[in-house]
């Protein structure tokens, strides 16, 4: 190759490189790929900015949960019967999004009404919350409640079963019931307590009954008047026996004479606990027999 096809080749490819249209086209070129990478970053980060900023948002966003409560009564439960108080109490929370939300699904605060430095009586006492994170703020529905604080009374007493049916089926009667346990306590306010008259196991005796049958049996306290009475009874379920059989040796007068008889003895042990009740007992008993 000649010094003068070297030069002609020169030529040439200045002849290429030096045209307009070619560098415009590389322009255009670099310019839409320039412009490609940098909205592809741009909408990245901007994406990115804005998920990071809704997140924040929605942790920092406030909001308000209405829960529901057991109420806590603090008092000297071994002095001391508290009534009229309601079980359970709404707490409206607000705060933080998220702390509500938590606080509203694991439900680890407290509701309570502090008795300890009040007298018997009836009061009017605020209800309090503790436990709740110093972000969040509570108001309770009921904000104040009513309480009776009675003195505590615990009394032995002897329990009464009581038969629905005497008269079966088939010339069939009903013996004298077995009971488990005789003697309960009797927990409550004093007044409540010395209301009550006597502890009865009530039991249902089917028409068609032939022969002994068991039953559990949940006791009840109730006033002369028959009137169940608000008291804890220890235990609070008792079995009963109720022996059936049918022949001449058991008659309803018999089982009358033995429920009367167990009626008498209930009524002499109750003692020094029941004197006055056991009067009127047995007054009537005695109207009754004349």
């Given amino acids: 190759m000649d010094v003068g096809e ?3 080749m020169n030529r040439n490819n200045d002849g290429i490189f030096s045209r307009r249209w070619v560098l415009r086209l590389l322009s255009l070129v670099l310019a839409i790929f320039l412009f490609i990478y940098v909205n592809g970053s741009k909408n990245g980060f901007l994406r990115q900015n804005t998920r990071d900023s809704n997140e924040n948002s929605a942790l920092m966003s406030n909001r ?4 529901r409560m057991p109420l806590n009564i603090t008092v000297d439960n071994d002095r001391y019967v508290v009534t009229g108080y309601p079980q359970y109490v709404k707490v409206k929370v607000s705060g933080p999004s998220a702390l509500v939300t938590t ?4 439900q680890n605060f407290r509701v309570y009404a502090d ?11 605020a ?8 972000d969040l703020h509570a108001v309770t529905e009921p904000r104040y409640i009513k309480v009776n604080i009675q003195p505590r009374k615990t009394i032995n007493m002897h329990v009464d079963v009581r038969l629905s049916n005497h008269d079966l089926e088939n010339g069939y009667t009903v013996g004298r019931p077995r009971i488990d346990t ?3 306590q009797v927990t409550g306010s004093r007044e409540e307590v010395n209301r009550v008259s006597r502890v009865i196991a009530f039991v249902a005796v089917p028409n068609d ?3 002994t049958f068991q039953r559990q049996v949940t006791l009840q306290a109730v006033d002369k008047n028959g009137q169940t009475l608000n008291v804890v009874i220890m235990p609070k379920v008792t079995g009963v026996t109720i022996p059936v059989s049918r022949g001449g040796d058991s ?4 089982t009358s004479a033995s429920a009367s008889r167990s009626s008498n003895s209930s009524a002499g042990a109750r003692g020094n606990n029941q004197t006055a009740n056991s009067d009127v007992d047995n007054s009537s008993a005695d109207s009754t027999n004349n």
Avoid: C, W
């Fill in 251 to 254: 008659s309803s007068s018999s």
């Fill in 103 to 106: 606080t509203s699904n694991t």
């Fill in 6 to 8: 070297v030069a002609v």
């Fill in 182 to 184: 005789d003697v309960v």
């Fill in 209 to 211: 009954a032939k022969g």
């Fill in 127 to 134: 209800v309090k919350t503790s436990g709740l994170n110093s």
């Fill in 115 to 125: 008795l300890n430095d009040l007298a018997p009586g009836e009061h009017r006492v």
């Fill in 64 to 67: 308000t949960a209405s829960i």
